[in-house]
């Protein structure tokens, strides 16, 4: 008999997903993670981001309260402090999650691990440390690392990982090379919190894939709070310039005193040593280990998830699903169908999305060119308005909303929204969508006065522009 009925290698959020719901149902389980247990959204991702996220708010709401009556002071940011208060949070989740693991019944072995062989064709002889093991499946979990360019100086650069990890000096000026969700947001932290930010990227507008009004409108906000967007610019290398930094770009040369780098992540490094070639696991050029819907690789007691998976191929499809709650519906599912025979399937279709810029983005479903190039005809919905708390402030800024729907149907296909709280409201449509709700059914949804949220179901002409 192995050891474990599912070992898992990797302590992420998909990975300790399935362990916990693996053990719940019974199976013997253990779990190798040489870091802290957690991953990259609990330890250096999105927990300690939006942390910072909010800490980022108060500059606005301290101009703002002038405007509501309310006499402040000059504030004064003590940086450091806010970074120290991040990591503290994050040592307390890391031991929350050690402590779900342990009453799970899981075995935590805190090293790296990898498959060594596969006795009879059945059992695996797995390594954690200097420990051996034996298992009769495996599941790959570990996720993927930033992912630096071959550019002179990368070395001077910083990465995600070092920006929610590390205590430091809040930069006076700062570039952020990358305009996908991490490089986006990260620049609107810096921003707000007072560092002179500038967004370099090599396309026209960030976060490409995204819908394209989306991407336009959060463009001139993001502008229009003083982040300076340099587009289509490419950066040739990164040198020392006495005592700070200077990017050479195709646009010329930036002094900063810090240089984030946010254009992209690998599981390359984190899916090259864990042996799967020698056990006939396939991996894309990408990385990434194919895996059908059921989560298997091309070994059928290989198993993956997350973003270290094709994510049953959906990935190669071009749609962005490296998300934490992706990874954990994945590993549930995995743990259901293995454990408790249960053909829990994963619905990617209104997987609903966030971007926790300076304002807010978010999105569920398709957007308005997926739809076409899938061959819907659309009627388009759209709107955009000052948010009422800026009636008082005299603020400039605006929030976007887009509903995409199919004629045929009348199925509401994409639900859009760039604006504060985006991220909350479209949890909710997420809901709508995944019941394939049709435009009619919002227009006979009473609207919540006064909300933002209400422009969704308030929307009645068609968008012509």
């Known amino acids: 008999m192995p050891d474990f009925d599912l070992f898992v290698i990797g302590g992420g959020s998909g990975g300790v997903a399935c362990a916990r719901r693996a053990a719940s149902h019974g199976a013997k389980v253990g779990l190798a993670e040489h870091s802290k247990v957690g991953g990259t959204c609990v330890i250096r991702g999105c927990v300690p981001k939006k942390l910072m996220h909010y800490g980022a708010h108060f500059q606005e709401w301290f101009r703002a309260a002038a405007c509501y009556g309310w006499q402040i002071g000059e504030p004064k940011l003590a940086f450091e402090h806010l970074c120290e208060a991040r990591n503290k949070e994050i040592a307390r989740l890391n031991g929350i999650y050690l402590q779900m693991l342990e009453r799970a019944g899981v075995r935590l072995l805190p090293a790296h691990a990898r498959i060594l062989e596969q006795r009879d064709g059945e059992a695996f002889v797995v390594q954690a440390g200097e420990e051996e093991v034996t298992a009769a499946r495996v599941l790959a979990a570990v996720g993927a690392r930033p992912s630096l360019p071959d550019v002179p100086g990368i070395e001077l650069a910083w990465t995600s990982d070092e920006v929610l990890e590390n205590v430091y000096p809040l930069p006076e000026r700062l570039a952020v090379v990358g305009a996908g969700y991490i490089g986006l947001e990260l620049a609107s932290i810096f921003n707000a919190l007072g560092s002179t930010t500038t967004l370099v990227l090599r396309g026209d507008m960030p976060l490409r894939g995204f819908e394209h009004d989306l991407r336009q409108h959060l463009t001139v906000e993001v502008e229009g709070h003083g982040m300076a967007v340099w587009n289509e610019t490419r950066v040739e290398r990164i040198e020392r310039a006495g005592d700070c930094l200077r990017l050479v770009t195709s646009r010329g040369p930036l002094a900063v005193d810090a240089v984030i780098y946010a254009t992209g992540r690998s599981p390359v490094p984190q899916t090259a040593g864990l042996g799967l070639e020698a056990h006939g696991v396939e991996r894309h050029a990408t990385g990434t280990i194919a895996v059908d819907r059921s989560y298997r690789s091309s070994n059928p007691l290989i198993h993956a998830v997350g ?126 969508l995944t019941a394939g709700a049709t435009k009619k059914v919002f227009d006979a949804t009473v609207a919540l006065h006064p909300t933002a949220a209400e422009e969704f179901v308030t929307m009645y002409q068609p968008h012509t522009g």
């Open 307 to 432: 973003d270290c998976s094709d994510h049953a191929g959906t990935a190669l499809e071009g749609v962005p699903f490296d998300l934490t709650p992706v990874a954990i519906a994945e590993g549930r599912a995995l743990a259901e169908r293995l454990f408790n025979d249960n053909p829990l399937e994963v619905n990617y279709a209104t997987i609903p999305t966030a971007v926790f810029a300076l304002p807010q983005a978010a999105s569920v479903g398709m957007s308005e060119a997926k739809a076409r190039a899938a061959g819907h005809e659309v009627t388009i919905y759209r709107t955009s308005f000052r948010p009422m708390f800026h009636t008082l402030t005299g603020g400039t800024t605006r929030t976007m909303m887009k509903l995409v729907v199919d004629k045929a149907s009348d199925r509401v296909l994409g639900c859009h929204m760039v604006g504060e709280d985006a991220a909350e409201m479209i949890q909710g449509f997420a809901v709508a």
